[in-house]
């Protein structure tokens, strides 16, 4: 096991206590799983560049 996975065990379980959320020992490699994809997915959308001038979408009520 490595120090990210340390890192994002503590969290997981910082988070599961701050919400009273119990997680069976079982899943939390699951949960440790699904969260590494979405961070490496927010990475993504974190490093994607935007010009300045860029507007942010409309907004379309019927």
Do not use: C, H, Q
């Not at 096991?1 to 699951?30: E, F």
């Amino acid at each position: 096991m490595n120090d990210k996975s340390l890192d994002l065990d503590t969290y997981i379980d910082a988070v599961a206590a701050a919400l009273g959320l119990p997680i069976d020992p079982a899943w939390k490699p699951a949960v440790r799983a699904n969260l590494e994809v979405s961070l490496k997915l927010a990475r993504l959308v974190d490093e994607f560049p935007l010009p300045d001038e860029t507007e942010p979408a409309s907004v379309f009520r019927a």
